[in-house]
């Protein structure tokens, strides 16, 4: 089985940084995209962010030039990289990869999910 475990969440200050992370563990082959996504209290769960294997991102528009996204394929881990922060930006964030297994099979994992709360 596959396991996705999130860090780095927590309380910031408006205008302050955060580094989220989400590391990947298990027996696969290897790791397609990985995601982050965020959920508001009240509110369904959107994208904020995703890196295809060779790094390529993509952004949302509410935090684009804002927060970056990056991968370790060694460590099959990512990174979000938070800064500027806004109240809006408070949410549970949580990180999804597609894994691929040894027979070319791919499936998607969640995380349990990281906290970040920017008071207003």
């Known amino acids: 089985q596959v396991q996705l475990v999130e860090s780095g969440g927590g309380l910031v200050q408006p205008g302050g940084s955060l580094r989220l992370s989400c590391a990947a563990s298990g027996v696969f082959e290897g790791i397609s995209t990985m995601a982050w996504y965020r959920q508001a209290p009240g509110s369904q769960r959107e994208f904020v962010a995703f890196?295809?294997?060779?790094?390529?991102?993509t952004y949302a528009d509410s935090v684009k030039g804002r927060f970056t996204i990056s991968r370790d394929n060694a460590e099959n881990t990512v990174y979000l990289q938070m800064n500027s922060l806004k109240r809006e930006d408070t949410a549970v964030y949580y990180c999804?990869?597609?894994?691929?297994?040894?027979?070319?099979?791919?499936?998607?994992?969640w995380g349990q999910g990281t906290q970040v709360t920017v008071p207003s």
């Open positions: 890196i295809t294997e060779d790094g390529t991102p």
């Open positions: 999804n990869a597609d894994v691929r297994n040894f027979i070319g099979g791919l499936r998607g994992f």
